[in-house]
């Protein structure tokens, strides 16, 4: 862990006005300075120093979704997503009950979310999608996500984990490969996470969900806005790939 020194140090570099830090993620790193008492701020300053490095705030919901939706525009890869992504994010959770837990709150394990891989994971997804998206939209999604860990938890107490593993391993699988046919059939182009794998891991759920959401006509101004940044995105793309051939 880095000392309190280092950290004022970097923190002090981090924050100067010319890197543009947002708004949001001052206000994070604040939160998560009242709530560990520096335990865990050293894990805030990576999350700052990736902003700079991105050259893009994470906690800016309308550009995230611009980062995920460049590689997404054909209506049936879109589709592909929309399936495939909750069961990558459900299987996911089912295989990281496999983990062994650390010691659990009482209140945690009444509700069937022991502290292992899946439960942990359940609570990172959470805690991100509530800071990107701080509204009834962000706030919905939630116990979602964590009422799929509970589910995810309590398999095994009803069926045979060997036989749980082997369903969610195959469907996991599977829904990966219909997410790459998706990109090289229909898209024809790579996935993001090729070019960065943490950001689009961590955004595919809430890019499916936002998509359902603008498919039911919630948040059309974010959804306007969010097809014309896609399609700036995707002529400077474009652009940067002719210069490079």
């Given amino acids: 862990m880095l000392g309190l020194e280092q950290l004022l140090r970097r923190s002090e570099y981090l924050l100067q006005p010319s890197h543009q830090i947002t708004t949001a993620t001052r206000s994070f790193l604040l939160a998560c300075t009242c709530y560990s008492s520096f335990r865990h701020l050293d894990t805030i300053w990576y999350l700052l ?30 589709a592909i997503h929309i399936a495939c992504v909750p069961l990558l994010l ?11 837990s650390l010691r659990t709150p009482a209140l945690l394990s009444k509700v069937g979310l022991p502290l292992n891989l899946a439960t942990l994971a359940s609570m990172t997804y959470t805690s991100l999608y509530l800071a990107l998206s701080p509204n009834a939209a962000g706030a919905a999604v939630a116990p979602v996500i964590l009422s799929a860990a509970t589910l995810a938890n309590r398999l ?16 996991h699988v599977v829904s990966w490969i219909l997410q790459f046919v998706g990109h090289g059939k229909f898209e024809g182009r790579k ?10 891991l961590f955004l595919a759920p809430l890019f499916v969900w936002y998509e359902v959401l603008f498919k039911l006509g919630f948040y059309k101004d974010l959804q306007r806005e969010v097809h014309v940044g896609i399609e700036e995105e995707v002529k400077k793309l474009e652009k940067g790939k002719g210069k490079g051939q």
């Avoid at 459900?90 to 990281?96: A, D, M, N």
């Avoid at 095994?156 to 469907?171: C, D, M, Q, Y």
Wanted: net charge positive; glycine share 8%.
């Fill in 49 to 78: 120093y990736f902003e700079i490095r991105l050259k893009m705030p994470l906690f800016d919901l309308k550009k995230n979704l611009i980062f995920y939706g460049a590689y997404h525009r054909e209506p049936t890869n879109v």
């Fill in 191 to 200: 996935p993001a996470l090729m070019d960065n794998l943490v950001q689009a």
């Fill in 156 to 171: 095994p107490t009803l069926f045979s984990r060997t036989k749980i593993n082997a369903v969610a391993g195959a469907v």
């Fill in 90 to 100: 459900g299987t996911g959770f089912v295989l990281g009950t496999n983990t062994p």
